[in-house]
Every structure is written in C-alpha cells, then in structure tokens.
C-alpha cells in the first residue's frame, strides 16, 4: 500500500516525486483573497446617529404615538413612496426594486419585493415618517 503526501494527489505519479520544484512558491490563497478585495474596503469611520429620544418631552411622544395609531388604524397612504398603483411602473406592485451598488454606481443589485411582506413593512415605514414629519 502506498501512502500520500498530504499535498500529492496521487493522480498517476510516482509516491517519490513531488507536484513543484520548487516549495517556496506555494500561494498563498487568504492573501490572494485579501488583495483583490482590498480596493472594496473603505476604513474611514462612519458617524453613528445619536441613540437619544427625538422627542422634547414625554407628552409630545404620547401624542406621536397616538397620531401613529390613528394613521396606521385609517390605512393613511403617504404620497410619492411608491405605495399607491399610480406611483408603479405599470398596475402591478414591483416584484423586485434595483439599487445601484459599488464605487461608481456601476452595478445593479435586485432586490425581491415579495408584496405581502414588503410591501406592507414599505407602508408602515412611509406612515411612520409621515407622522414623525409633523413632531
């Protein structure tokens, strides 16, 4: 029974004879990985909003709350966010949104919108920022 090298892959050579002449070329796959990501990592720091209450007081976040409930209660439509069929490209809500990604923009990453889950977190959100306009 012959034995392997742990880098020999037995396929048709003898046991003896190694895969390179040469073992201080051997690359050096996480630093290959490493170099051609490089020119994606951006290290500047980014600011992190403030954790703090938006609201002034107790009262004025009751009272937002409040208009929440009655907006989202009475299925209030925000205009210009993509809720209502008018604001669609054709009749159909949109079954995936594209972003353009990378340094330049030059890339486009689809974004499934499947409607039941999306499209109501999408109106939520809209009402939600419409409300807080108005605090």
Not at 55 to 77: G, H
Request: glycine share 4%; net charge negative.
């Amino acid at each position: 029974m012959t034995t392997q090298r742990q880098h020999q892959t037995g396929a048709g050579h003898p046991i003896d004879e190694e895969d390179s002449d040469n073992d201080d070329e051997t690359p050096n796959v996480a630093q290959a990985i490493n170099d051609q990501q490089r020119h994606n990592i951006h290290p500047e720091a980014i600011v992190v909003p403030l954790h703090g209450n938006p609201f002034v007081n107790d009262e004025t976040q009751q009272q937002y709350f409040v208009t929440l409930v009655e907006v989202v209660a009475e299925n209030i439509m925000p205009p210009n966010c993509r809720l209502a069929a008018t604001e669609w490209e054709g009749d159909k809500y949109p079954v995936f949104e594209t972003i353009s990604v990378g340094q330049q923009g030059s890339k486009e990453l689809h974004i499934s919108l499947a409607e039941p889950m999306w499209f109501n977190q999408a109106k939520l959100w809209c009402q939600v920022l419409l409300v807080l306009s108005y605090f």
